[in-house]
């Protein structure tokens, strides 16, 4: 089983989006250009959603119409529909993301829309992309618990999965929105999940909320699964999950990586400056321990 693990930073998109101050296009497009600089071949850019619903992703269009590419260097970004999509090909994009849940309370909430009418508007999205050549990943969240109805039904995390895949997601990303699971759980979902999808197109998104990301992730890589999302300095949030913290924090997942016999390709020291950068450029402290442990004369100088 290879030893290469990709990363999907979702910093400049899951990171910021739950962001309440404004944060100018200009600090986006450094902080994406960054973390690509870092070694990082996926950065997600941003969301073509209803700025009504998340202000902070509104400018992605003038995002994606800034940032300079990084040859071999995706810049996927979330298409909730066929609007969004419009929006993201505009945009130049070779890879875009639908975001769908196992919970049905959760998807209300998120994209206005039950399960199913949900997969309904991603057909067509998927059907364009595959027109054009696009790639289309497929996001599940609440697959570890939902906010607003505790503990979500593995059968329900299979079913929108296989749904996803089925439809002509290349890759199924499992999101623990709100960060509450821990290893064993994590185990049992995935090893249910692969019993629908193929492992190697799985990817663990892990939120921090109760410190069990980086077990959890592990356990998924002793399943098989090589992909995983996270952000630098751990920054994020879901609008629609009250209460939920940051992503796992790249630094941290490369760190462990490393150290367990783990490929990424990423530049360690160069993402704990982007770490440190991002978090004065927001007022606030690293959530990475490893930044932590690594700039201790910085973060006392904060
Ligand atoms: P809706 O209200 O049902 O949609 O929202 P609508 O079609 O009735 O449109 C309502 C308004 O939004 C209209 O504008 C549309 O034009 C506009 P108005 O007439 O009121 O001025 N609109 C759009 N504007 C820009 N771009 C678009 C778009 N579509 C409609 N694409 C909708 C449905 C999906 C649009 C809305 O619910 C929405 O934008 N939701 C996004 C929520 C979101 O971004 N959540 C965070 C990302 S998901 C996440 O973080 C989880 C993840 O990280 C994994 C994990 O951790 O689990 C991925
Ligand atoms: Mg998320």
Request: aromatic share 6%; proline share 4%.
């Amino acid at each position: 089983m290879s030893n290469h693990v990709n990363i999907v930073e979702v910093g400049p998109r899951d990171g910021l989006q739950n962001e309440k101050q404004t944060i100018d296009v200009a600090t986006k497009v450094a902080l994406i250009e960054q973390l690509a600089d870092a070694g990082l071949k996926t950065v997600e850019a941003g969301a073509f959603v209803s700025p009504k619903w998340v202000p902070q992703m509104a400018a992605s269009d003038d995002v994606l119409a800034t940032i300079k590419r990084a040859p071999g260097v995706s810049y996927p970004v979330l298409t909730p529909n066929m609007r969004g999509y419009e929006g993201a090909r505009a945009g130049k994009v070779d890879t875009v993301a639908v975001f769908g849940a196992a919970s049905e309370s959760f998807s209300k909430k998120n994209i206005n829309a039950s399960i199913a009418e949900s997969l309904e508007r991603f057909k067509p999205v998927i059907e364009a992309a595959k027109t054009d050549g696009v790639r289309v990943r497929g996001y599940v969240s609440c697959v570890l618990g939902c906010p607003y109805e505790g503990k979500v039904p593995l059968d329900n995390v299979m079913r929108v999965s296989k749904a996803l895949f089925e439809m002509g997601c290349y890759e199924i990303s499992l999101g623990d929105t709100i960060g509450v699971g821990a290893a064993g759980e994590a185990r049992a979902m995935i090893r249910a999940v692969a019993s629908e999808v193929p492992v190697t197109a799985l990817s663990g998104h892990f939120h921090d909320t109760y410190g069990q990301a980086l077990t959890n992730i592990f356990a998924a890589l002793e399943e098989g699964v090589r992909t995983f999302d996270s952000s630098v300095s751990g920054l994020g949030g879901c609008p629609y999950a009250p209460g939920a913290s940051g992503n796992v924090a790249t630094e941290d997942v490369i760190y462990m990586l490393e150290r367990s016999g783990f490929d990424t390709g990423a530049d360690l020291n160069a993402l704990i400056r982007t770490s440190v950068w991002v978090s004065e450029k927001l007022g606030r402290h690293p959530a990475s321990k490893v930044t932590n442990a690594k700039t201790a004369a910085t973060i006392q100088k904060m």
